[in-house]
T-cell receptor, first 115, second 115 residues
Framework: AQKITQTQPGMFVQEKEAVTLDCTYDTSDPSYGLFWYKQPSSGEMIFLIY??????QNATEGRYSLNFQKARKSANLVISASQLGDSAMYFC????????????FGPGTRLSVLP | DTAVSQTPKYLVTQMGNDKSIKCEQNLGHDTMYWYKQDSKKFLKIMFS???????INETVPNRFSPKSPDKAHLNLHINSLELGDSAVYFC??????????????FGEGSRLTVL
């Protein structure tokens, strides 16, 4: 069965510092996609970044980058130059063929950015 | 234009009542989903429809019945509401792609409170 693990229930980071949010996954499908979503206190789900299992390079989107280590089955999100507005829940998710291309989510990490 | 819209945003109701949540997407996606987010923020798939056909039906009480009149709409009807049904329900859509690309687009969520 698919599984996403996020071992950090909560993280603190100082404003303007970088922070890494951990995500490990488990799948037997060689083709899969990994996604990160942000959920601020207002409740909406915001897509941040995508990494495909066959992508050779780590994905980047502005201040977000994904540290993809396929052999270790990890897809950590790196946020550079943290801002107060980055305070939110962050969810790692995976999509593969094993489950009808459904998206399975990890339990989330609550990030708090300190001024 | 809102890509995925769901109504109502808030429902407060008594135990035993029946309620419906409507969802519409204007992205032309062929797959729609219902997710439940509990008080601990865990996101769990409930149903997935592809072109009006039920693809995924997780272990959800049969008091929950999805209906997809066309591929742009996926409604959720809940009978005989229980206290444990209190949660935020997210509608979402995506495009089914061969390489598991295509992120999930979420609605704003519907917060259901059962008294």
């Amino acid at each position: 069965a698919q599984k996403i693990t996020q071992t950090q229930p909560g993280m603190f980071v100082q404003e303007k510092e970088a922070v890494t949010l951990d995500c490990t996954y488990d799948t037997s499908d060689p083709s899969y996609g990994l996604f990160w979503y942000k959920q601020p206190s207002s409740g909406e789900m915001i897509f941040l970044i995508y990494q495909g299992s066959y992508d050779q390079q780590n994905a980047t989107e502005g201040r977000y980058s994904l540290n993809f280590q396929k052999a270790r089955k990890s897809a950590n999100l790196v946020i550079s130059a943290s801002q107060l507005g980055d305070s939110a829940m962050y969810f790692c998710a995976m999509r593969d063929h094993n489950y009808g291309q459904n998206f399975v989510f990890g339990p989330g990490t609550r990030l708090s950015v300190l001024p | 234009d809102t890509a995925v819209s769901q109504t109502p945003k808030y429902l407060v109701t008594q135990m035993g009542n029946d309620k419906s949540i409507k969802c519409e997407q204007n992205l032309g996606h062929d797959t729609m989903y219902w997710y439940k987010q509990d008080s601990k923020k865990f996101l769990k798939i409930m149903f997935s429809y592809n072109n009006k056909e039920l693809i995924i039906n997780e272990t959800v009480p049969n008091r929950f019945s999805p209906k997809s009149p066309d591929k742009a709409h996926l409604n959720l009807h809940i009978n005989s509401l229980e206290l444990g049904d209190s949660a935020v329900y997210f509608c979402a859509s995506s495009q089914r792609l061969a390489e598991n690309t295509g992120e999930l687009f979420f609605g704003e969520g519907s917060r259901l409170t059962v008294l």
